[in-house]
C-alpha cells in the first residue's frame, strides 16, 4: 500500500508571533501581522491600551518614545504618555523607521485596523490587555469592539484568546463574556493554580520561570472551560530553548522569530 507523502508535523506546539513577527518588522505594526503571514505563521500576538480620547491601539510600552518619532515630532510633551495622546495625534507618529527605513512611516494602528488585517490574512490573535490599570473600563470596550467586529461570533471564537497580567483583568473579561478563551500572564504556585482556572484557560509564564515539574502541575489543574490549563510560554527566540520548553509539555512559544521556532519543532 502506498505511504502517505509530504510534510509530516511531529508537534502540536502552537507558534505564535509575537508583537507580530517582530524580529523582522516594527513590532505592533501592520508589516509586523503580514511578516507573520508571509512566513506563514496564524497566530499573532499584540498589547493594547488607550488614547487620551478613549480610542483602542495597539502598542507595548505605555508610553510612544521607543517605537515611534514621538520625541521629534511633540518635543514639549515628556513623558510621552499614550494616555496624553490623542488618536489624530498618534496617526501622525512614524512607528516604523527606529526599526529600519525600509518601514518609515509605518502608523501606530488602532485595534479595530489591526483586527481588520488579521482577519484579512485570515489569522488568529492572542490579545493582551496591556497596563489595564491605567485604563479603566478597558475589558468592556474591548470585548464590545471585539463584538462589533464579529470576532466573538460563534464560529470565530476559537481565533481569540485574551491574555493579561493583571488577574483583576482576566476576571473581568471572564465575568463579562464567559465565551472568550483567556490566558494569565505570570508564573502563579502551583497551590494558587485553582483560583487562577476560576477565570483563565491558560498559565502564560516567561521559558526562565518553568521547568518540566511546573508545565505538568499546571496542565493536570482543568481550566475556566472544563479543560486542562493550557500553557503558552514566551518569550523564546532560539531552536533549541523551543525544544526544550516544548519537551516539557507547553501547548505554544511566543517569539520574535516564529519561523526560527517552527523549524526547529519540525526538525525535532
Ligand atoms: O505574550 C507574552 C508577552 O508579550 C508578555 O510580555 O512584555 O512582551 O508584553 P511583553
Ligand atoms: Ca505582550
Known amino acids: ?60 510600552d505605555t508610553t510612544l518614545s521607543r517605537t515611534t518619532d514621538v520625541e521629534q515630532v511633540f518635543p514639549d510633551r515628556a513623558p510621552w504618555k499614550i494616555s496624553d495622546f490623542t488618536l489624530d495625534e498618534i496617526e501622525k507618529l512614524d512607528a516604523g523607521s527606529w526599526f529600519g527605513p525600509d518601514f ?49 461570533d460563534h464560529r470565530h471564537k476559537r481565533r481569540l484568546i485574551v491574555q493579561s497580567f493583571s488577574a483583576d483583568s482576566v476576571r473581568t473579561v471572564h465575568r463579562l463574556r464567559p465565551d472568550v478563551k483567556t490566558g494569565f500572564l505570570g508564573t502563579p504556585a502551583v497551590a494558587d493554580l485553582p483560583e487562577y482556572a476560576e477565570f483563565s484557560d491558560q498559565i502564560n509564564p516567561s521559558y526562565t520561570t518553568i521547568d518540566a515539574g511546573y508545565v505538568s502541575a499546571v496542565r493536570s489543574v482543568d481550566g475556566a472551560h472544563g479543560k486542562p490549563l493550557e500553557v503558552y510560554t514566551w518569550t523564546v527566540n532560539d531552536g533549541p530553548t523551543a525544544v526544550s520548553v516544548a519537551g516539557m509539555g507547553v501547548n505554544g512559544i511566543i517569539t520574535n522569530k516564529p519561523d526560527v521556532i517552527r523549524d526547529a519543532l519540525d526538525d525535532a
Open 1 to 60: 500500500t502506498a505511504q502517505a507523502t509530504g510534510p509530516t508535523t511531529h508537534h502540536h506546539t502552537v507558534t505564535v508571533a509575537h508583537r507580530g513577527a517582530s524580529a523582522y518588522a516594527p513590532e505592533n505594526t501592520l508589516a509586523a501581522v503580514d511578516a507573520a503571514d508571509d512566513l506563514g505563521i496564524d497566530w499573532v500576538e499584540n498589547d493594547v491600551q488607550r488614547t487620551r480620547d478613549g480610542e483602542l491601539i495597539v502598542m507595548h
Open 104 to 152: 518609515q512611516g509605518e502608523a501606530v494602528p488602532t485595534l479595530e485596523e489591526y483586527m481588520d488585517r488579521v482577519s484579512d490574512n485570515h489569522q488568529k490573535l492572542l490579545l493582551e490587555l496591556k497596563a489595564p490599570e491605567l485604563y479603566p473600563g478597558i475589558e468592556r470596550q474591548t470585548l464590545r469592539e471585539l463584538r462589533r467586529e464579529g470576532w466573538l
